[in-house]
């Protein structure tokens, strides 16, 4: 498992929950600031699995249907 945090395009961002096999275990809501986000991060970090954290490299998108960020 690991913890892949991303932004989009409006500086919204959000984290996701990545199994071994690239498969998204959980999402976190969007955030307006990556401060808010590395927040709900760190409880997800005392209350769930222990993780190595990511960013990654581009902006992602939220494909709105799903409510599962999309791209990298």
């Known amino acids: 498992m690991q913890i892949?945090?991303?932004?989009d395009e409006v500086g919204r961002w959000w984290w996701a929950a990545e199994t071994d096999r690239g498969?998204?275990?959980a999402v976190s809501?969007?955030?307006?600031?990556?401060?808010?986000?590395?927040?709900g991060?760190?409880?997800l970090k005392v209350e769930g699995p222990a993780a190595p954290v990511t960013y990654a490299a581009s902006p992602g998108r939220w494909t709105i249907s799903s409510l599962i960020p999309s791209g990298s």
Not at 4 to 7: E, L, P, S, T
């Open 4 to 7: 892949v945090v991303r932004h």
């Open 23 to 25: 498969q998204t275990a």
């Open 29 to 39: 809501v969007l955030y307006e600031s990556r401060t808010d986000c590395m927040r």
């Open 41 to 43: 991060l760190a409880e």
